[in-house]
């Protein structure tokens, strides 16, 4: 999840209007939620600025709760082993996943 979704989540939660933020940072009314829109992100040297006026901390923003910071034990090291396969074996294993996933969706 981006920085801004986050955002807008938190101030959401909090009955923060969106545009206040926007505004608060020195910025126009929609910038934030242009951001959303565009599929753009918070520079990290606003998440201070946006953490503040939410009245949360950047690790908030970031993700850095315990759940995401912890790996499960089934996905410890599953990056590191994909980054090694060649493109045609990443490729075979693209297909046989998403042969799977059609399998269950029709259980």
Known sequence: ?????????IAKKK???FTH???????SRGY???MLANGRDLPEHM?????SLLGVAVDDLRGDSENEK???????GRRERLSKLS????????????????????K
């Open 21 to 27: 933020i926007s505004t608060e940072l020195g910025k």
């Open 32 to 34: 934030l939620s242009e």
């Open 87 to 106: 493109y045609e074996d990443l490729l075979l294993l693209q297909e046989d996943v998403i042969s799977e996933l059609r399998k269950r969706g029709q």
């Open 1 to 9: 999840m981006r920085y801004v979704e986050k955002a807008k989540k």
């Open 47 to 51: 998440l201070a600025d946006v953490a």
């Open 70 to 76: 912890k790996p499960t034990a089934q996905g410890d």
């Open 15 to 17: 009955g923060i209007a």
